[in-house]
């Protein structure tokens, strides 16, 4: 059973910074489109920002590029979000996801795309 383990988050002054990682383990499948949406209160989840395991350039929603930046650790089937220059409206829980084979071109992945999803974790920025 594959499971997404985040780590990460916490709360923040705008203009700071967060780290938020997720770990897949538990299958053998070798490359899948990860990363995170976001869901802030009263809000739809969003795609926030993608990557493939397999290669290639990651996708990033307007609101975040230049800000954050999404990397992978194949050797350890992770991911991770480093998030600069964070603003209040950022404030959101986070969640991995995990959908099998590539990344969808010039947009975000759908959450009807998505085969896993982890736990989520709170990202709290403050002014």
């Known amino acids: 059973q594959v499971q997404l383990v985040e780590s990460g988050g916490g709360s923040v002054q705008a203009g700071g910074s967060l780290r938020l990682s997720c770990a897949r383990s538990?299958?053998?499948?070798?490359?899948?489109?990860m990363g995170w949406f976001r869901q802030a209160p009263g809000k739809e989840r969003e795609g926030v920002a993608f990557?493939?395991?397999?290669?290639?350039?990651?996708y990033y929603a307007d609101s975040v590029k230049g800000r954050f930046t999404i990397s992978q650790d194949n050797a350890k089937n992770t991911v991770s979000l480093q998030m600069n220059s964070l603003k209040p409206e950022y404030t959101a829980m986070y969640y991995c996801?995990?959908?099998?084979?590539?990344?969808?071109?010039?947009?975000?992945?759908?959450?009807?795309?998505?085969?896993?999803w982890g736990q989520g974790t709170q990202v709290t920025v403050s002014s």
């Open positions: 996801a995990a959908a099998r084979g590539p990344c969808p071109r010039w947009r975000s992945l759908r959450q009807s795309e998505v085969n896993y």
């Open positions: 990557i493939y395991t397999g290669g290639g350039a990651p």
């Open positions: 538990g299958d053998t499948y070798r490359n899948y489109c």
